[in-house]
């Protein structure tokens, strides 16, 4: 069974930055051969699809980050990371990464993702 853990997580000031890393075990397969997204949901919202990286290191953004926040994946690690800057009060969420090896393709769709970790809180202050 894929397990995947996110750390990283704190408190940050607004302006601030954070990195938040997921590491994946269980696979069945090559890691690279996972999507791997960024999710958030604060309280009282619907989860959102921050960030996907695929295959040779292709990534999308949510238009509410992009810019400020960028993927990366060390395949030797089974590891991904959200560099997270400039960060700002309405990103203060629960942070979840989730994995797939059936996506072809970048997609922000929870619903495309089997595998998900248990979140790690991301609170910006102002």
């Known amino acids: 069974q894929v397990q995947a853990v996110e750390t990283g997580g704190g408190l940050v000031e607004a302006g601030g930055s954070l990195r938040l890393s997921c590491t994946a075990s269980?696979?069945?397969?090559?890691?690279?051969?996972?999507?791997i997204g960024w999710f958030r949901q604060a309280p009282g919202k619907e989860r959102e699809g921050v960030s996907c990286i695929w295959d040779r290191g292709s990534d999308i953004y949510a238009d509410s980050v992009r810019g400020r926040f960028t993927m990366s994946r060390d395949n030797a690690k089974n590891t991904v990371y959200l560099q997270m800057s400039n960060l700002k009060p309405e990103d203060t969420a629960m942070y979840y990464c989730?994995?797939?090896?059936?996506?072809?393709?970048?997609?922000?769709?929870?619903?495309?993702?089997?595998?998900w970790g248990q979140g790690t809180q991301v609170t910006v202050s102002s």
């Open positions: 269980g696979l069945s397969s090559a890691f690279d051969d996972y999507a």
């Open positions: 989730a994995a797939d090896p059936d996506i072809y393709g970048l997609t922000l769709s929870s619903q495309e993702y089997a595998y």
